[in-house]
Nanobody, 128 residues
């Protein structure tokens, strides 16, 4: 059974940094995408970033470009989201999600409709 477990959330001051982890298990394919999403109170879930398991190609939402970096460690089946220069508007529950990719070179898109498997989420609060 495919499982995703997020960790690394917490309280940080504006301008600070956090690194989220998403540990994935229960799959054997090299053709997959893992994405990070977030949902703030009263708002819809939105895509933050995603990475391809086969090519390591990445994609970012405009709101986080230059501040967030997604990466993966295949040996650990773990994807990371390094978040720097955090702002109060980054406050949300952050989720990672998994999708099987159609081809080796397919590009991931951080859209909620494209991902079937979801983690339980981790809270990130940016506040002074």
């Amino acid at each position: 059974q495919l499982q995703l477990v997020e960790s690394g959330g917490g309280l940080v001051q504006p301008g600070g940094s956090l690194r989220l982890s998403c540990a994935a298990s229960g799959f054997t394919s090299d053709y997959y995408f893992i994405g990070w999403f977030r949902q703030a109170p009263g708002k819809e879930r939105e895509g933050v970033s995603c990475i391809s398991g086969s090519t390591s190609s990445t994609n970012y939402a405009d709101s986080v470009k230059g501040r967030f970096t997604i990466s993966r460690d295949n040996a650990k089946n773990t994807v990371y989201l390094q978040m720097n220069s955090l702002k109060p508007e980054d406050t949300a529950v952050y989720y990672c999600a998994f999708s099987f990719a159609p081809t080796f070179q397919a590009m991931c898109v951080p859209s909620t409709y494209a991902y079937r498997y979801w983690g339980q989420g981790t809270q990130v609060t940016v506040s002074s």
